[in-house]
C-alpha cells in the first residue's frame, strides 16, 4: 500500500501540470549538453488558466529519487553533481491574471575551472501561492494545499568521456493490478544520466525453449539514483523458468542478468 501511495505521488508530481490553475507548458525536463565558461539560456513557460489572478513562486532545489518509491527534494548543494549554483533565474515571483500566460528566463553559467565528465542536474520548483483565507468556521485561518511542479535542469559535460553504469538492485515477480508483473530495480552507479528500458528473456526451465521476449516502458534515471522497472508477463503460465534480463539506454550501452524465475498461480 505505502509503495501504491508513493507512486501515486510521483504521478501527481510528473502529471499534475495538466489539470490545475497553473500550467507549464514547455515540459519538466529542460536538458543541455555544456562547455566550460559557456552561459546558456532557457524559459520556463507558465500559464493560468484559471479564472483568478494567481501568485507564484520559483525556487531551486536538488533531486535523488530511488526504486521504492521515495523522492527527495533537498537543499542546493546536497547532491554533490549538483548544477544548482550554476543557475540564475530572472525573477522568484510572478503574477498572472485569469487566462495570463508569461515566460520566467533562467541562465546556466558553466564554470571556467574543471569539471568531472558526466551529468550535473537540480530542479526549479513552480509553487502556485495561495491566498491565505479567514476561516468561517473556527478562528485562525485554512491555507490550501498545492502541488508543485519540478522542471528538471540536466547539463551533460564532455559525454564522450562519461557513462552510465546500471546494475540491477533486486528483481522480484509480482501481481499487480491482477496482473503477474516482474519488478526490476535498476540503480545507475556511473556519471551520466541515460533513459534505459528492461526487458526480459524468459526459457523454459528443463528444453531450454525461449518462452517470450517482454519489455517495460523507457524510463530516466540520473547518477546516484534508482527506478523500479516494471514488466507484463501476464501471458507467460506458471511455472518455474530461467530468464535473461537485460536493460538498454538511448545510446545502446547493455547490462544482462540471469536468474531463476518462478511465476505462480496466485
Not at 150 to 178: N, Y
Not at 236 to 244: F, G, L, M, Q
Request: hydrophobic share 35%; charged share 25%.
Amino acid at each position: 500500500m505505502i509503495k501504491r501511495i508513493l507512486l501515486l505521488i510521483t504521478l501527481m508530481l510528473q502529471f499534475s501540470f495538466l489539470h490545475a490553475g497553473i500550467v507549464v507548458l514547455n515540459g519538466l525536463t529542460h536538458s543541455y549538453k555544456i562547455e566550460n565558461g559557456k552561459v546558456y539560456k532557457g524559459t520556463i513557460a507558465i500559464e493560468n488558466t484559471g479564472n483568478s489572478s494567481q501568485n507564484v513562486k520559483l525556487f531551486l532545489q536538488d533531486l535523488s529519487y530511488h526504486a521504492d518509491g521515495t523522492i527527495n527534494y533537498t537543499t542546493i548543494r546536497t547532491n554533490k553533481r549538483t548544477n544548482g549554483d550554476w543557475i540564475k533565474l530572472n525573477t522568484n515571483l510572478v503574477t498572472l491574471k485569469a487566462k495570463e500566460k508569461t515566460e520566467v528566463f533562467y541562465e546556466i553559467t558553466v564554470p571556467n575551472q574543471t569539471v568531472d565528465p558526466g551529468s550535473y542536474w537540480s530542479v526549479i520548483i513552480v509553487e502556485p501561492v495561495e491566498d491565505i483565507k479567514p476561516s468561517d468556521n473556527k478562528p485562525g485561518v485554512n491555507i490550501t494545499s498545492v502541488i508543485r511542479y519540478a522542471i528538471q535542469v540536466i547539463t551533460d559535460f564532455e559525454t564522450e568521456k562519461a557513462k552510465p553504469d546500471l546494475t540491477f538492485e533486486s528483481v522480484k515477480v509480482e501481481k499487480e493490478e491482477g496482473k503477474q508483473t516482474v519488478k526490476i530495480a535498476i540503480a545507475n552507479t556511473g556519471t551520466l544520466y541515460c533513459k534505459p528500458t528492461a526487458s526480459i528473456e524468459i526459457f523454459n526451465r528443463k528444453t531450454g525453449q525461449k518462452i517470450g521476449t517482454y519489455s517495460s516502458v523507457t524510463m530516466s534515471l540520473l547518477p546516484s539514483t534508482s527506478k523500479t522497472f516494471s514488466i507484463d508477463i501476464s501471458k507467460v503460465p506458471p511455472d518455474k523458468y530461467t530468464a535473461t534480463i537485460m536493460t538498454t539506454d538511448e545510446e545502446e550501452n547493455a547490462f544482462a542478468l540471469n536468474v531463476e524465475l518462478e511465476v505462480k498461480n496466485d
